[in-house]
Nanobody
Framework: VQLQASGGGLVQPGGSLRLSCGASGSIVRVNSMGWHRQAPGKQRELVAV???????NYVDSVKGRFTISKENAKNTGYLQMNSLKPEDTAVYYC?????????????????WGQGTQVTVSS
């Protein structure tokens, strides 16, 4: 199983980006997904999470601006980021609990995608 994150880039303040995180392999389902970020000199923080029941939570600093979603048929999750601010600049990572097949059995494990850089600057 691999998670592939994409969609980062350079954007001006007030702009938007959409991050994607796709799971590949013998996937049964992506149960839950979270987006984390780490700015230089700071600890990694959880930005948004969606669980297997569709319940969603956001860190206060992004509420009303970011939207997390998950497309089960594509084993892909998204983070729509609007009204971006310079303080949103960070490397963004996706993390997911994935159920997958191996031989005749299914297993569940946590995986991390590689980071994608988001830079908000004029």
């Amino acid at each position: 199983v691999q998670l592939q994150a994409s969609g980062g880039g350079l954007v001006q303040p007030g702009g938007s980006l959409r991050l994607s995180c796709g799971a590949s392999g013998s996937i049964v389902r992506v149960n839950s997904m979270g987006w984390h970020r780490q700015a230089p000199g700071k600890q990694r923080e959880l930005v948004a999470v969606i669980d297997s029941g569709g319940n969603i939570n956001y860190v206060d600093s992004v509420k009303g601006r970011f939207t997390i979603s998950k497309e089960n048929a594509k084993n892909t999750g998204y983070l729509q980021m609007n009204s971006l601010k310079p303080e949103d600049t960070a490397v963004y990572y996706c993390n997911a609990e994935v159920t997958y097949y191996r031989d005749i059995y299914s297993y569940t494990n946590d995986y991390w995608g590689q980071g994608t850089q988001v830079t908000v600057s004029s």
